[in-house]
């Protein structure tokens, strides 16, 4: 059994198994983890360099205290400025999903998430229920900025259940896919070697 973050949404509990299974396999120079929140995705992640963005100043105090070694940024996606490019970009349960998001800057955010993915660069980051919209003009901008691009659709089970039913119903789309795909409100996409 392999190593994943928990939740009690089986739609999420699905998005947490194939992102942490696909990080625990690389290895990165440098990560900026924007949304980062509480910071959990940090011991999934081996990274020589890591950074964290988020606008919430409480996360930013929380990573400060605990994770000293980590650069931190306190801003929204829309605020941050940067030269820097990072050779992971990693966004999840933020675009379409967070209050504190708004979807109509989603089409520019997409663009300034690859702008910060460095030459060769991997960017991972999935969208929810309110920027589903944009769905096919992101995939169109990604497929001519990446060399590999992976969608995978999901958004079944998105209700509250226990842990440990979540894991199990997880567990279960992960490996029938065409489980997750009965309602289409997510979209996971990992897109590798930016050109």
């Not at 949304?35 to 988020?54: E, P, Q, T, V, W």
């Not at 089409?107 to 030459?119: A, F, R, W």
């Not at 029938?176 to 996409?189: A, G, I, M, Q, V």
Request: charged content about 20%.
């Amino acid at each position: 059994m392999f190593k994943f973050r928990k939740s009690n949404r089986p739609s999420k509990q699905l998005l947490w198994i194939i992102v942490c299974k696909y990080l625990l396999k690389q290895k990165y120079i440098s990560c900026i983890d924007i949304a980062s929140a509480n910071f959990i995705l940090y011991k999934y992640i081996s990274s020589d360099i890591y950074y964290a963005l988020d606008i919430d100043i409480n996360s930013i105090n929380f990573i400060k205290k605990n994770y000293p070694e980590v650069t931190t940024y306190h801003s929204s996606i829309e605020d941050f400025k940067t030269s820097l490019k990072w050779n992971l970009v990693l966004c999840l349960q933020t675009i379409g999903i967070n209050y504190h998001y708004n979807n109509n800057n989603t089409p520019m955010n997409i663009n300034k998430l690859i702008n910060i993915t460095e030459q060769d660069g991997t960017l991972i980051f999935n969208i929810g229920p309110e920027s589903i919209k944009f769905k096919n003009t992101i995939e169109k901008k990604l497929k001519d900025k990446f060399l590999n691009l992976k969608m995978i659709e999901y958004g079944t089970l998105s209700s509250n259940n226990y842990t440990i039913i979540s894991i199990i119903l997880g567990l279960t789309m992960y490996y029938f896919p065409f489980l997750r795909n009965l309602t289409k409100t997510y979209c996971l996409f990992i897109c590798k070697n930016k050109k």
